[in-house]
């Protein structure tokens, strides 16, 4: 298990994606949200990942050998052509996620990863994932449910309710 508690925090300009939400396409995430993305520093971020991989993505295909009895997947190809599926992925993961002011982990890889508020990422979960680049893991302390985020642009997300 894991706990926000035991983790070390860095500065969000040490922050390596902090591009995505300061300056891309004339996009600028106002400085109150900023606020709340709160990036781990390197031995965190490995721990939040080796804690996600292990127990939540047991084997290759996402949640299929996990804590999970209940999974689901959602298509995302092509969302930023497809006009109202920005809205469409925002209310299925508002459908199945925490309450919104649940901390969430986002882990990209061994050495990036966030604590943001549920709420955030939805506000904001496309520039937190880019399509066809990231694949991202994201979960909170109760370990009772998880997204993973693939690169082959699909959502896929467990629950143990």
Known sequence: MISSRHLEFIQFDE?????????????KMPDHH?????????????RVADVGHQVLLKGGVPFEQSLFPRSETLD???????????????????????????????SWDESVAVLVSWKIFIRYWSHFYYSTSDDLLIFDDSMSWAFYFSAREEIFFGSSR
């Open 15 to 27: 922050f390596p994606l902090r591009w995505r939400f300061i300056g891309v396409k004339d996009f």
């Open 34 to 46: 900023l606020e709340q993305i709160r990036p781990l520093e390197v031995e965190s971020a490995a």
């Open 76 to 106: 995302i190809r092509d969302w930023r052509l497809i006009p109202g599926s920005e809205k469409r992925v925002k209310k299925w993961l508002f459908q199945r996620g925490p309450a919104f002011k649940t901390p969430v982990y986002l």
